[in-house]
């Protein structure tokens, strides 16, 4: 018989009870694909559509820089407290334990060194590497004003198609040349340059004067990065301003890997991104965490 179930007594349909359709509400994707939206909640916490994501993926064009000189020895110990960690295929398949399951963002451009013009960048991961690496997003250099301007859109677009074939978010990263200003019109252009060509999301700089009007225009999730070290409290308080002022998160790299205590200090942002916690009350957190060595 085909149906065997069908002589059973006991089944319950529950016809009293209308079937759920749960609305996505991480900003700005509620109509993507639902393989996209599996792979964004394992970079955004579904619970506070935020993130708190570890960016170690510097050495692409900087080298071993401080605090990156052995990934093994001073990463791996944070990614307990991450929510998604950022970094190179070079340093995946090397150094993180696959037993890592929470996302991570590939980084799928480079080219140039720190010693050449940074905007040239080319793609520089395979689609199908990146699935292989089950990544849940691929990020993108995109250089508004810079030197290889087009270029750098492009790689952002080619990725954007690339990963829509397959249900992959593009992070487009708004890199900020040495002689542009860091202000909320140049933020406002490159954001929405990046949204509007397809990013899923988009990381920028923080600005203190009118980053909200950044969040604002643009339609999909704004992440910030740290950017230099700062002192602890500094760099908690740009976490909370941008959260505050309409980010969805952190990508956070050298204010953690390179704080005194770089465990603390994760757990200290997670505090301000995911509790809304004062800086004041943040670092406080910290220094406690510091002291026990935890
Ligand atoms: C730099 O280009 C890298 O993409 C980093 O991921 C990014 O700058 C975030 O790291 P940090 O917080 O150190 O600025």
Known sequence: MADKDGIRKDHNYHLDIPMKNEPFTLRGSNSIAWGMKNRFSNIFN???????MLAVDHGYF???????ERIDVTIVPLLPYADTLMCTRGILRSTIPPTFTKGVVLRA?????ILKELSNEEIAVDIEDAIRLNAA??????FIGGEFETKS??????????GNRYGIPVLGVTAVGKEMKRDAQYMRLATRICA???ASYVKTYYVPEDFETVTAACPVPIVIAGGKKIPELDALKMAYNAIQQGACGV???RNIFQAEAPIAMIQAVRKVIHENMKPEEALKVYQTLKKEKK
């Open 137 to 142: 997003a691929l990020a993108v250099q995109v």
């Open 62 to 68: 900087l080298g071993p820089t401080t605090g990156l």
């Open 196 to 198: 509007e060509l397809g």
């Open 153 to 162: 859109i492009h790689n952002l677009t080619r990725l954007v198609d690339m």
């Open 109 to 113: 451009s480079g080219g140039p060194s």
């Open 251 to 253: 990508d956070m790299g």
């Open 46 to 52: 579904p619970d506070t559509n935020r993130t708190v």
